[in-house]
């Protein structure tokens, strides 16, 4: 089974700064790496897919990056709908998995 | 618009079976990639299930010989049937499409609300 692990845990931040998430897999997952939203009481929502391809709807300022075992999530400035959990998901191997998430919230 | 919308959650004592519904609209059911993700009460996502376009079927192994995905073509519907439930099952059960799919394999979206099963005595 493929570990993901995601740092940091938390992250708090302000409205407008920046966030760099981090989700490294325990074996290479080539690109097949997804970013997923979670807010409370909602589902996970798909904001990045195969690594780097923001999803139909998600704003410019997601944007993924990596490949193999490193991968990074990067909102470029935060807006106050963007505190939430952040979590990754790998599609190369069976089972699939996903990371424990990163909270961003508002600091 | 594609919708997803679960059913069939509940309160089940330990060794119960329960069966969970996916209802889809504006896609159809049997052609499409579906999964299942659970979440437990504020804990992360953890994948169940998937059934392939084609009925190729995958289970992770928490769930294997208990759980069975399955679909109905009539009512446009995607299917959990969960037996032997155990106390770690308790979850948000999540029904989500496969979008963006390579491979046998997919990323999800969207994502129904989600159904709640307790399994407690």
């Known amino acids: 089974e493929i570990v993901l692990t995601q740092s940091p845990a938390t992250l708090s931040l302000s409205p407008g700064e920046g966030a760099t998430l981090s989700c490294r897999a325990s074996?290479?997952?080539?690109?097949?790496l997804a970013w997923y939203q979670q807010k409370p009481g909602q589902a996970p929502r798909l904001l990045i897919y195969?690594?780097?391809n923001r999803a139909s709807g998600i704003p410019a300022r997601f944007s993924g990056s990596g490949s193999g075992t490193d991968f990074t999530l990067t909102i470029s400035s935060l807006e106050p709908e963007d505190f939430a959990v952040y979590y990754c998901?790998?599609?190369?191997?069976?089972?699939?998995?996903f990371g424990g998430g990163t909270k961003v919230e508002i600091k | 618009e594609v919708q997803l919308v679960e059913s069939g959650g509940g309160l089940i004592q330990p060794g119960g079976s329960l069966r969970l519904s996916c209802a889809a609209s504006g896609f159809i059911v049997s052609t499409n990639y579906m999964t299942w993700v659970r979440q437990a009460p504020g804990k992360g996502l953890e994948w169940v299930s998937l059934?392939?376009?084609?009925?190729?079927?995958y289970y992770a192994d928490s769930v294997k010989g208990r759980f069975t995905i399955s679909r109905d073509s009539s009512k446009n519907t995607l299917n959990l049937q969960m037996n032997s439930l155990r106390a770690e099952d308790t979850a948000v059960y999540y029904c989500a499409k496969g979008k963006y799919c390579t491979g046998n394999t997919c990323s999800f979206d969207p994502w129904g609300q989600g159904t709640l099963v307790t399994v407690s005595s």
């Open positions: 059934i392939h376009s084609n009925g190729d079927i």
């Open positions: 074996q290479s997952v080539r690109s097949y």
């Open positions: 998901q790998q599609r190369t191997n069976w089972p699939l998995t």
């Open positions: 195969d690594a780097s």
